[in-house]
């Protein structure tokens, strides 16, 4: 029965000490790696490239509500637009093509809202002419609405961004 309880307060004192030693390794807050936000992208990214952050998170805002999630223009059964900017997988394709010739032969990721923010920001600096590529900074542009038809998705659209 001796042995028993030696056996039983030794048991406690080894699960104690684990106990402690666990909670004394975990990581802190503060030390844990904090992933920025959308927004805090886009404004680093606006500032790497010379570029105005304000105009930047407004076409977000319009195309995904700063989302990277977001989906859009449906067809047939599949979704065509994707993340914080909304890019298609064409758009994406030609846009990092100018990014990986002009700046860094770096892979980007379309999934990716970082990298979204980054080729975004880049082609508003260096390729203002193909901001018309969406729909929302054209709207902005007009002063804050933009109808069209999408030959694409075969529908009239009116856009809204102010």
């Not at 080894?14 to 404004?43: F, H, N």
């Not at 929302?136 to 542009?141: D, L, N, Q, R």
Request: aromatic letters at 14%.
């Amino acid at each position: 029965m001796k042995i028993i309880k030696i056996m039983v307060i030794i048991v406690i004192i080894s699960l104690y000490a684990i106990g402690t030693k666990m909670r004394t390794e975990a990581p802190t807050y503060d030390s844990v790696a904090r992933q920025k936000t959308p927004q805090e992208y886009i404004v680093e990214y606006s500032k790497q490239f010379n570029t105005d952050p304000n105009l930047l998170l407004k076409i977000a805002r319009c195309e995904s509500q700063f989302d990277p999630l977001t989906k859009g223009d449906y067809k047939d059964g599949q979704y065509l637009a994707i993340g914080l900017y909304q890019y298609h997988a064409g758009m994406w394709d030609d846009s990092e093509k100018l990014y990986r010739k002009d700046v860094y032969d770096e892979d980007l990721d379309r999934n990716s809202y970082q990298d979204q923010a980054k080729l975004t920001a880049f082609i508003f600096a260096e390729h203002p002419n193909l901001r018309t590529k969406w729909t929302s900074y054209v709207a902005y542009a007009n002063g804050g609405t933009y109808k069209f038809y999408s030959k694409l998705l075969g529908k009239n659209y009116t856009v809204v961004c102010k």
